[in-house]
């Protein structure tokens, strides 16, 4: 089980660390990646990491402001966010994929968090 938290309302410009950690099964042996959803859009890819932790991947919306990375001791993931924009406004949600690599394509994934909403607004 997956359990995505850290998400609130932040002014534009300003900054939120998202967790996904994992109960029940170690996220050692998974990829993790990061999708959010805007109130009626479609899902969408936003940061991954490999099962290693060495590599990473960013949609170019958010490449240079946000950074997901993974601590195995507290098996959990994180996403840092700088430099919020309104748009960036979503429900975040983490997934884990039974493979070495990251991915961007939601059907890589097996197990999904709850998701956490992230408002950002003046």
């Known amino acids: 089980q997956l359990q995505a938290s850290g998400g609130g309302l932040v002014q534009p410009g300003g900054s939120l660390r998202l967790s996904c950690a994992a109960s029940?099964?170690?996220?050692?042996?998974?990829?993790v990646g990061w999708f959010r959803q805007a109130p009626g859009k479609e899902r969408e890819f936003v940061a991954a990491?490999?099962?290693?932790?060495?590599?990473?991947m960013y949609s170019d919306s958010v490449k240079g402001r946000f950074t997901i990375s993974r601590d195995y001791a507290k098996n959990t993931v994180y996403l840092q966010m700088i430099s919020l924009k309104p748009e960036d406004t979503a429900v975040y949600y983490c997934?884990?994929?039974?493979?070495?690599?990251?991915?961007?394509?939601?059907?890589?994934?097996?197990?999904w968090g709850q998701g956490t909403l992230v408002t950002v607004s003046s």
């Open positions: 029940g099964r170690t996220f050692n042996n998974y990829a």
């Open positions: 997934g884990a994929a039974r493979r070495y690599i990251g991915s961007s394509s939601m059907t890589s994934y097996d197990y």
């Open positions: 990491i490999n099962r290693d932790g060495l590599d990473t």
